[in-house]
C-alpha cells in the first residue's frame, strides 16, 4: 500500500523557502504528492534552496486555484490547526491522524492541509475536512513553522505505514562502549 495516494495540501505559501522545506520532509518520509492552493511564491530559487534533493517533489507538485480543486477527489480530508476552535471538530494527535490516514489511502484519496504561515486555515476551510490534527507545544508559544508541522505529519504516516519495519543499519563491527577511562585515554593520545 503506497503513500502515493497521500498528498499534502498546502494553502496559500506565502515563502518558496517554506514550500522547499516541506518537499524536502516529504521526501525524507516517503510522501511525494505536494499539492498548493493559490501560493504567492513558487516556483523559485528560494523554494529549490530548501527542497536540498527534494527538486523532484517540488517539480511535481501542483498548483491548484482553489482549495476545492485541491480536494476534489478525497474521501477523507484532515486539516492542521495549533488554534482551538469554538466548532467541535473530531480533534486527533498526529499519531491518530496518521493511523486513520494510512486506514484510509487503500484504494482511496487522502489530503492533510496545511494553513498559511500566519493565519492557519480558516474556519470554512476546515468545515471540508472530517477531523483536525493538533500538534502538541508548550502551551505558551503554539506556533510552528509550515514545514516542521509538514515533518511531523509526514513523520508520522511514515510510522504508520512502514517504519516499524524499517531495518537499522547494523554496525560492521560489535564491540563494547568505550568507557570514560579508555575515552579519556584516547582524547589524551589526540592532544
Known amino acids: 500500500?503506497?503513500?502515493?495516494?497521500?498528498?499534502?495540501?498546502?494553502?496559500q505559501p506565502a515563502h518558496g523557502g517554506n514550500i522547499?522545506?516541506?518537499?524536502?520532509?516529504?521526501?525524507?518520509?516517503g510522501l511525494t504528492r505536494l499539492l498548493l492552493v493559490a501560493p504567492e511564491d513558487f516556483p523559485g530559487e528560494e523554494a529549490s534552496a530548501r527542497a536540498a534533493g527534494a527538486d523532484d517533489v517540488l517539480a511535481r507538485a501542483q498548483?491548484?486555484?482553489t482549495l476545492d480543486e485541491a480536494i476534489a477527489d478525497c474521501h477523507l480530508v484532515i486539516g492542521a490547526s495549533a488554534r482551538e476552535r469554538r466548532?467541535?471538530?473530531?480533534?486527533?494527535?498526529p499519531d491518530e491522524a496518521a493511523r486513520r490516514v494510512v486506514a484510509a489511502v487503500n484504494g482511496q484519496e487522502v489530503a492533510v492541509l496545511f494553513g498559511r504561515e500566519r493565519t492557519g486555515l480558516t474556519n470554512d476551510e476546515?468545515?471540508?475536512c472530517q477531523a483536525l490534527v493538533t500538534i502538541?507545544?508548550?502551551?505558551a508559544y503554539r506556533s510552528l513553522n509550515l514545514a516542521?508541522?509538514?515533518?511531523i505529519v509526514s513523520y508520522e504516516c511514515f510510522l504508520a505505514r512502514e517504519g516499524a519495519t524499517q531495518p537499522f543499519k547494523t554496525p560492521r563491527h560489535r564491540a563494547e562502549p568505550a568507557t570514560g577511562e579508555q575515552l579519556g585515554h584516547l582524547f589524551a593520545d589526540w592532544e
Do not use: Y
Not at 500500500?1 to 494553502?11: D, E, G, H, K, Q
Not at 466548532?87 to 494527535?93: D, E, Q, V
Open 1 to 11: 500500500m503506497p503513500l502515493n495516494r497521500i498528498r499534502i495540501v498546502l494553502v
Open 63 to 65: 498548483v491548484c486555484a
Open 126 to 128: 476546515l468545515d471540508r
Open 87 to 93: 466548532i467541535a471538530w473530531p480533534m486527533l494527535a
Open 136 to 139: 502538541a507545544t508548550n502551551p
Open 20 to 29: 522547499g522545506g516541506c518537499a524536502r520532509a516529504m521526501k525524507n518520509m
Open 148 to 151: 516542521q508541522a509538514v515533518a
